[in-house]
Antibody, heavy 120, light 110 residues
Framework: QVQLVQSGADVKKPGASVKVSCKAS????????INWVRQAPGQGLEWMGW????????KYAQKVQGRITMTTDTSTSTAHMELRSLRSDDTAVYYC?????????????WGQGTLVTVSS | NFMLTQPHSVSESPGKTVTISCTRS????????VQWYQQRPGSSPTTVIY?????ASGVPDRFSGSIDSSSNSAALTISGLKTEDEADYFCQSYDNTNVVFGGGTKLTVL
């Protein structure tokens, strides 16, 4: 069965960087894209970007453009999301979500989420 | 960029039918697929409906999705409500450069 297993919770100081990983199993990793979505405490869902596991093409949300980098490692079927220059309003649960096909901007399976807390 | 507007909350009794709306602010609702995600408290979202009206794997046929071009909106209908359906529901769509989520609707089954 499809599984997306994310790295554990992290606490960072303002200005630092965080890298969240998402290990996929149960499907052909290179055949589908991975999206990243975050959810601030008590708030709704916010899309951060998409990466193709096939060729590494990316799209980033305008709000985080310049501070975010998404990568994939096909040898380990793992996607990574790095967010830099962290601010307090980056505190959120970060989810990876598998696209329904490579370039799909909608999702069929989600990871369990990674809480990132930004606090001095 | 467009927005997707959902009611903040809806409530209905077990066994009844409820419909949650999702209205697109600009551009046609039919121009890009609409998805619906369910999120129970403390859990990650799960996919309920994709491509307007296709049920995700394992989703019971009590759940259905539709779009209405006349009102430029999508709808999630849940029939035969069960207490386990109590959750937040988010609609989602996209354009060439962006993915947009609705603000979410809290469904209470009482």
């Amino acid at each position: 069965q499809v599984q997306l297993v994310q790295s554990g919770a992290d606490v960072k100081k303002p200005g630092a960087s965080v890298k969240v990983s998402c290990k996929a199993s149960g499907y052909s990793f290179i055949s589908y894209g991975i999206n990243w979505v975050r959810q601030a405490p008590g708030q709704g869902l916010e899309w951060m970007g998409w990466i193709s596991a096939f060729n590494g093409n990316r799209k980033y949300a305008q709000k985080v453009q310049g501070r975010i980098t998404m990568t994939t490692d096909t040898s380990t079927s793992t996607a990574h999301m790095e967010l830099r220059s962290l601010r307090s309003d980056d505190t959120a649960v970060y989810y990876c979500a598998k696209g329904t096909f490579d370039q799909a901007l909608y999702f069929d399976y989600w990871g369990q989420g990674t809480l990132v807390t930004v606090s001095s | 960029n467009f927005m997707l507007t959902q009611p903040h909350s809806v409530s209905e009794s077990p066994g009844k039918t409820v419909t949650i709306s999702c209205t697109r602010s600009s551009g046609s609702i039919a121009s890009n697929y609409v998805q619906w995600y369910q999120q129970r408290p403390g859990s990650s979202p799960t996919t309920v409906i994709y491509e307007d009206n296709h049920r995700a794997s394992g989703v019971p046929d009590r759940f259905s999705g539709s779009i209405d071009s006349s009102s430029n909106s999508a709808a999630l209908t849940i029939s035969g409500l069960k207490t386990e359906d109590e959750a937040d529901y988010f609609c989602q769509s996209y354009d060439n450069t962006n993915v947009v989520f609705g603000g979410g609707t809290k469904l209470t089954v009482l």
